[in-house]
């Protein structure tokens, strides 16, 4: 059995007092942004369970318990942290009891080991690092890199249509509007032509007709001629193919787009950088 250990500390006011040493401690997320968010689709967080199986197990001054706030991988969900002895294991989707049972069950035979384990395969699948220092367990490079989250346009928000037929002045005359449309679409061909099927745009996710939408409302505003964007686009399309990489028309356009209007000097690609950060991370509300 493991023994417990501690430390004298003198107060600010003077008092020795006890301390304990524990061997390792449990953190829970449990009122953070996103974990145990019922109202957002995230499944609830046991709490009680997982205060009631600390005290059951006496755990107390062995693997301390904290349940809080967020402890900062906001793109997941019902997260907890374990330390034991200066190492770090990081779960997600620690959603039902089974899996918090699991959980003890791994802290429980730490000390008895007398050493830090690995995560047993209920929760391997939920290992993840979060921490600059750690390697990834599934001995990947840390540092990946993972294509643009593609998301479905806010509710209310305007469709790839009602987008490019926005003139400069924010009016709608829909059947001007759709000619002028029709007209910089004409001026897409050989390797710039857009995908269609039956003669009509093809957009396979909504994020490529938001992008699509933009450069079209951008133009109409006068931001950049069509033809720089036709350049840029065949370009673009030229340098993937060379790279003999997998090919995605709207990837093409969304890079042509972005070096369009760095290059126009309309947005830095500091900012690109930092707000497909912000996204990525949860930093920005979608």
Known sequence: MYQRRRNLVTRADGTVVNVARPRGQLFVCATGCCCGRTDDGFAPVPGDLYHHEWERRRLRNVVHLTSGGCLGPCALANVVLLLFDGQAQWFHSINDETLVLALYDHVDAMPDADRCLPPPPALAPL????STWQPRPDGQPVDDYRRRRRQAPAAGAPDAAEVAALPANGSRDESSDAAAVARLLGHLDGPASLPRRNGELVFEEPWQGRVFGMAVALHEQGLFAWEEFRRE??????????????FDYYEAWLGAFERLLETRGLV????????????EFGERDD
Do not use: Y
């Open 127 to 130: 290992h993840f690092t979060a």
């Open 268 to 279: 830095g690609a500091g900012q690109l950088e930092e707000t497909t950060f912000q996204f």
């Open 233 to 246: 686009l065949i370009a673009r399309i030229a340098a993937i193919e060379a790279a003999g990489g997998p």
